[in-house]
Structures are given as C-alpha cells and as structure tokens.
Nanobody, 124 residues
Framework: QLQLVESGGALVQPGGSLRISCAAP????????IGWFRQAPGKEREGVSCLSRTGGNIDYANSVKGRFTISRDIAKNTVNLQMNNLKSEDTAVYYC?????????????????WGQGTQVTVSS
C-alpha cells in the first residue's frame, strides 16, 4: 500500500520561501501523477499544483502562479513544492496526493493516495 509522507512545513515570514516534499518510502513516485492541495482553517481543501506522471502536464492555481514550482527529484524519489514570496493567505496544511493515471487534476476523487499533511504557517 502506497503511503505518502509530506515534510518541510514550517513557520516562515511573509515574503519568505519554503520547500515542502512528498515522499513514498518503498515506492517509485515517478510512476504516479502528483497533486498538491492545501486546507486553510475554516476553508475547504483546494488544489495548488499538479504534475502528471510523465511530466507532460503541470498546472498551478491562479493564487500561486509565478510563486510556486512543482518538481520531481528523481534521485531522492520525492515531488517538491518550492514556495516563494509566501503570503499570509498561504497558511494551510499542505497535502500531497498520488494517482497511477497520467493526468494533472484538482479533482480529489481522481487520487488514490493521500498523505497526512504538513503545516505551513506564514506570519511575522
């Protein structure tokens, strides 16, 4: 059973940067399409970025476009989300999700596996 583990969440000041990672011990993440989602307090979970299995499709939510970058680290078997110029509204629990199909989507039922989340707090 694939298990996803997010890491890297932290408290960061507005304007700062942070990289969070999604790992799957014992499995090869290259075989999966990955989505990053986040849930802020009192809000519904929303899609942030996604990367198709073959890498042909990448997408970002409008709210993070130009500030966030999703990428695979093949050597470390992780999918990373580099977050720059962080804003207070980026504060949320960030989740990664995986699907064996080859697509980039924010439709949550498309994903078969979910991590437990990592907390990102942007505050001075």
């Amino acid at each position: 059973q694939l298990q996803l583990v997010e890491s890297g969440g932290a408290l960061v000041q507005p304007g700062g940067s942070l990289r969070i990672s999604c790992a799957a011990p014992g499995f090869t993440l290259e075989s999966y399409s990955i989505g990053w989602f986040r849930q802020a307090p009192g809000k519904e979970r929303e899609g942030v970025s996604c990367l198709s299995r073959t890498g042909g499709n990448i997408d970002y939510a409008n709210s993070v476009k130009g500030r966030f970058t999703i990428s695979r680290d093949i050597a470390k078997n992780t999918v990373n989300l580099q977050m720059n110029n962080l804003k207070s509204e980026d504060t949320a629990v960030y989740y990664c999700a995986a699907s064996g199909d080859n697509y980039c989507s924010y439709f949550e039922p498309s994903y078969d596996y979910w991590g437990q989340g990592t907390q990102v707090t942007v505050s001075s």
